[in-house]
């Protein structure tokens, strides 16, 4: 059984929160405050926190960095503040996901699937990720990318924004995201620098960088590894 610590001041948000978790089948414990949630999950397991940005003693972004120099536990942030900096900002250090109030307790229970299910998922991932038959592979231990057995030879950042993309198909990033993966948080230049890292990466894996398998654009927002799927 997973164990979620729900985090939030207000005592009715975290009564329904924690009583449709239980009825999926999850564990709960509850903090009203910043510095509780750290000490629980300083002195017992939890799988993942819902974490509000509004707590009474700290902020909750200060208890997100707190809670990473302590574990790796997923954090799906819980926040009324709507700007792509805000959220972006909670990426950046070590949110794994946002949801914006009021929010249907349904779609918390969908979230924390969906995380814990990634979460469980790269754990298991293999040192090497390999797609279409062995036709593109990445080897996270070394450091290598080849396709059709031949070595690639990508830059640092190329291979941050390839493997970032690969250990997730499908999923659909932004640029600012991506931005913050790979070149981080404090990077002041604009965030089409992904582009051209995008484009040099499909140059050297692509058949046909026109034609795009495994990088695909989501047009006007970022982009999505599809595994070389047709």
Do not use: W
């Not at 700290?58 to 790796?72: F, H, N, P, T, W």
């Not at 469980?120 to 996270?140: K, M, P």
């Amino acid at each position: 059984m997973k164990t979620v610590l729900v985090v939030d001041d207000e005592e009715k948000i975290r009564d329904v929160v924690a009583s449709y978790l239980k009825k999926e089948g999850f564990a709960t414990v509850e903090a009203a405050a910043g510095n509780e949630a750290l000490l629980l999950v300083q002195n017992r397991p939890v799988d993942l926190v819902i974490l509000d940005l509004m707590l009474p003693d700290m902020d909750g972004e200060s208890v997100c960095q707190a809670i990473r120099r302590l574990s790796s536990v997923p954090i799906l942030m819980l926040t009324a503040k709507v700007s792509e900096s805000n959220r972006i900002k909670g990426l950046s250090i070590g949110a794994d996901d946002y949801l914006i109030k009021p929010f249907d307790p349904r779609e918390v229970v969908a979230r924390v699937r969906a995380i814990l299910r990634r979460s469980d998922e790269s754990q298991l991932l293999a040192d090497r990720l390999s797609f279409r038959d062995g036709h593109l592979e990445i080897d996270s231990l070394k450091h290598a990318v080849s396709r059709h057995g031949e070595p690639i030879k990508l830059t640092p950042n190329e291979y941050k924004l390839l493997l970032a993309l690969a250990k997730y198909p499908q999923r659909h990033f932004t640029r600012e995201e991506l931005v913050v993966k790979v070149l981080g948080y404090e990077f002041g230049g604009d965030d089409r620098a992904i582009d051209q890292h995008v484009k040099n990466i499909r140059l050297k894996i692509e058949a046909d960088p026109k034609n795009p398998k495994y990088i695909i654009t989501v047009y006007g927002s970022g982009y999505r590894f599809a595994g070389g799927d047709p």
